[in-house]
């Protein structure tokens, strides 16, 4: 092999886990988030559709986005959360806004004196 080819296939060894870092996450339309009621101890599994509010005790949660990597990447999958608490004759109250991360769910944590909510993965609604 010559030296001009050598260094062409060595430069194309670096270019290839560069561009396999930059392929895009999946955008999906289900985030399944994990639900915990402090007060009785019940754990429940929310789906939750992309832009559709969904109950869970006194919370109203929003998925705005749930995105997961791809299959060949390291597992992760993120929500970008909107949730507040609705108390009956009280005005609704913002709890959390932002991404949560299954991966991580201390990084961006929820907090509630009753309820825990995090996320444990993104998929295609059925």
Same mark, same amino acid.
Not at 82 to 107: C, E, H, N, T, Y
């Given at each position: /092999?010559?030296?001009?080819? #050598?260094?062409?296939?060595?430069? /194309?060894?670096?270019?290839?886990?560069?561009?396999?870092?930059?392929?895009?996450?999946?955008? =999906? &339309? /289900? *985030?399944?988030?994990?639900?915990?009621?402090?007060?009785? *101890?019940?754990?429940?599994?929310?789906?939750?559709?992309?832009?559709?509010?969904?109950?869970?005790?006194? =919370?109203?949660?929003?998925?705005?986005?749930?995105?997961?990597?791809?299959?060949?990447?390291?597992?992760?999958?993120?929500?970008? =959360?909107?949730? #507040? &608490?609705?108390?009956?004759?009280?005005?609704?109250?913002?709890?959390?806004?932002? #991404?949560?991360? *299954?991966?991580?769910?201390?990084?961006? *944590?929820?907090?509630?004196?009753?309820? &825990?909510? #995090?996320?444990? &993965?993104?998929?295609?609604?059925?």
């Amino acid at each position: /092999m010559t030296r001009a080819l #050598w260094l062409s296939v060595l430069g /194309m060894a670096a270019i290839v886990p560069a561009f396999a870092q930059q392929a895009p996450e999946l955008s =999906l &339309d /289900m *985030a399944v988030l994990g639900g915990l009621d402090k007060i009785t *101890a019940r754990v429940v599994t929310i789906e939750a559709p992309v832009g559709q509010p969904v109950r869970f005790g006194t =919370l109203e949660i929003v998925a705005r986005a749930c995105k997961k990597r791809r299959p060949e990447e390291s597992p992760e999958s993120a929500a970008f =959360l909107d949730i #507040w &608490d609705i108390k009956q004759g009280q005005p609704a109250q913002g709890v959390f806004r932002g #991404w949560m991360f *299954a991966s991580s769910p201390a990084l961006s *944590a929820m907090e509630h004196a009753v309820y &825990d909510v #995090w996320v444990l &993965d993104c998929r295609k609604g059925s």
